[in-house]
């Protein structure tokens, strides 16, 4: 009577592990590159949601915030406020703490208003991780005319 050898060789076992490698990097490479254009498409949506809030700004306090307003209002995530009304909140770049940030710039003339300085042109500068309807990667720049590759000022 033949015994017979029960379980897997270590070449079957070799090839299912090679296999299951291989498809675990496949999806870690799809999921890296999904979670990068999440991180673009927030920073899009983020830089809409700044230029209507910067537009509301202008039409309370007849300028832009200066910067010493903007600062703080962004790192405590706070309401930008123009003599006690309430714009927008300031947002942060998804990806805090990896080089990604929006910084803010007043420019052009200085004006008394809400309640401190206004200014009559900002920009603010912000990064993408990867091709966007807006360009390629790269850095931008939202102003009151939208978003350019070059800065305004």
């Given at each position: 009577?033949?015994?017979?050898k ?28 999904s ?5 673009d ?32 209002s ?7 406020t ?19 940030s929006y910084t ?38 939202l ?5 350019t590759?070059?800065?305004p000022?």
């Amino acid at each position: 009577m033949e015994k017979r050898k029960l379980g897997f060789t270590l070449i079957e076992l070799l090839v299912v592990v090679a296999i299951i490698g291989l498809l675990l990097s496949v999806v870690s490479i799809s999921l890296s590159n999904s979670r990068q254009k999440s991180r673009d498409a927030k920073r899009l949506a983020d830089m809409h949601q700044v230029k209507t809030g910067l537009d509301l700004y202008f039409n309370t306090g007849y300028g832009y915030p200066d910067e010493g307003v903007w600062n703080p209002s962004q790192s405590s995530q706070t309401m930008l406020t123009c003599s006690g009304i309430e714009t927008f909140r300031v947002p942060n770049d998804i990806f805090v703490g990896s080089g990604y940030s929006y910084t803010y710039t007043a420019g052009g003339t200085s004006y008394p208003g809400c309640g401190g300085t206004v200014w009559s042109t900002y920009k603010v500068r912000f990064q993408t991780e990867g091709n966007t309807s807006i360009g390629p990667v790269g850095v931008y720049y939202l102003h009151p005319g939208g978003i350019t590759t070059t800065a305004p000022f």
